[in-house]
């Protein structure tokens, strides 16, 4: 069984960094894409920032400059370095993995259970 965990979220005032983790684990075979998303209360999940299997990177506009997504494929883990954070940065971030195992050939989607950072003003 795919499982994704993630690590790192916390508490932080503005301006500090916080650096988060999120390690596949089980039968993969090949990971395509891995992202992290984010949901603040009221809205919508957005999409913070996505990696993919030849590491060119995707950014929301809102987190360009101070976010930083990159990949060990030795670990099947993917971080999110966050420098500069906002308070407007404050929600519930999700891993994302679309990858391949052993039993299903076509790419599945995978989310891990959320980690909450809360940036204080």
């Known amino acids: 069984q795919v499982q994704l965990v993630e690590s790192g979220g916390g508490l932080v005032q503005a301006g500090e960094s916080l650096r988060l983790s999120c390690a596949a684990s089980?039968?993969?075979?090949?990971?395509?894409?891995m992202a992290w998303y984010r949901q603040a209360p009221g809205k919508q999940r957005e999409l913070v920032a996505s990696?993919?299997?030849?590491?060119?990177?995707n950014y929301a506009d809102s987190v360009k400059g101070r976010f930083t997504i990159s990949r060990d494929n030795a670990k099947n883990t993917v971080y999110l370095q966050m420098n500069s954070l906002k308070p407007e940065d404050t929600a519930v971030y999700y891993c994302?993995?679309?990858?391949?195992?052993?039993?299903?050939?076509?790419?599945?989607?995978?989310w891990g259970q959320g980690t909450q950072v809360t940036v204080s003003s």
């Open positions: 089980g039968s993969i075979v090949s990971i395509n894409v």
């Open positions: 990696s993919t299997s030849d590491d060119s990177t």
């Open positions: 994302n993995a679309g990858l391949r195992v052993r039993w299903n050939t076509r790419i599945n989607v995978y």
